[in-house]
């Protein structure tokens, strides 16, 4: 059974930086794609970023490009989404999901397996 365990959550001031943690277990890493949502009080679950098996193709959603980057090390069975140039509007919990799929893919929808979230809190 896959299992993701998120880490890297706290309060941060407008204009910090974060970096979360998502730790994958019970099957070959290797074999899924990586995403990050997030979630915030009464609203749906929004993409963030993704990254494909291997850690060769990205995507991001359009509001993310520049500020966010998402990153893989196969070694440790971990995916990393690095955020800048934090806003209150960032303020969520902070979701890792994995997508067992074909090499190359990045999806946005259709994640296999979730982590429990992290929260992020942007505020001075």
Known sequence: ??????????LVQPGGSL???????GDTFG????????????KAREFVASISRGGTVTHY???KKGRFKISSDN?????????NNLTPE???VYY???DWTVS?????????????????????
Not at 19 to 25: D, I, N
Not at 76 to 83: A, S
Not at 104 to 124: E, K
Request: with cysteine; glycine share 14%; aromatic share 12%.
């Open 61 to 63: 959603a359009d509001s």
């Open 31 to 42: 074999r899924y794609a990586m995403g990050w949502f997030r979630q915030t009080p009464g």
């Open 75 to 83: 070694a440790k069975n971990t995916v990393y989404l690095q955020m």
């Open 96 to 98: 890792c999901a994995a």
């Open 19 to 25: 970096r979360l943690s998502c730790v994958f277990s």
């Open 104 to 124: 190359g893919a990045t999806p946005t929808t259709g994640y296999d397996y979730w982590g429990q979230g992290t929260q992020v809190t942007v505020s001075s």
């Open 1 to 10: 059974q896959v299992q993701l365990a998120e880490s890297g959550g706290g």
């Open 90 to 92: 960032d303020t969520a």
